[in-house]
C-alpha cells in the first residue's frame, strides 16, 4: 500500500524558510520521478518541483530561484526548501511520484499546510 507523508508545515513571515518533508513507503522510491504540489483556497493543485532518479530538477516559474527539491533514496524521502516565502505561496503542499506525463500516480496524502503572512 503507498502511502505518502507530508510534514513540515507551519506559518512564517514572508522572507521566511520551511523545509518541508514527505515520507513515502510502497513504492520503489529510487526509481520514481518525485514532485510537490501545493494547493491554494480556490484554486487548482498545481506541480511546482519535480527531481528524477538521477537528481534532475525541474519548478515552477513562481518559485524558481527561492525552492529546492532534493531526495535521499535511503531514506525513501523528498524535501523541498522553501526560501524567501512570499504571502503567495500560502498553500497545501502535498507530494506525489509523477509517470512519464508528469501525471501524479498515487492518491494524496494528507498534506502539510504553509501560511505566510505578517
Known amino acids: 500500500q503507498v502511502q505518502l507523508v507530508e510534514s513540515g508545515g507551519g506559518s512564517v513571515q514572508p522572507g521566511g524558510s520551511l523545509r518541508l518533508t514527505c515520507a513515502a513507503s510502497?513504492?520503489?522510491?529510487?526509481?520514481?520521478?518525485m514532485g510537490w504540489y501545493r494547493q491554494a483556497p480556490g484554486k487548482q493543485r498545481e506541480l511546482v518541483a519535480r527531481i528524477t532518479s538521477g537528481g534532475n530538477t525541474n519548478y515552477s516559474d513562481s518559485v524558481k530561484g527561492r525552492f529546492t527539491i532534493s531526495r535521499d533514496n535511503a531514506k525513501k524521502t523528498v524535501y523541498l526548501q522553501m526560501n524567501s516565502l512570499k504571502p503567495e505561496d500560502t498553500a497545501v503542499y502535498y507530494c506525489n511520484k509523477l509517470d512519464a506525463k508528469l501525471v501524479p500516480l498515487h492518491p494524496w496524502g494528507q498534506g502539510t499546510q504553509v501560511t505566510v503572512s505578517s
Open positions: 510502497g513504492i520503489i522510491f529510487s526509481v520514481s520521478v
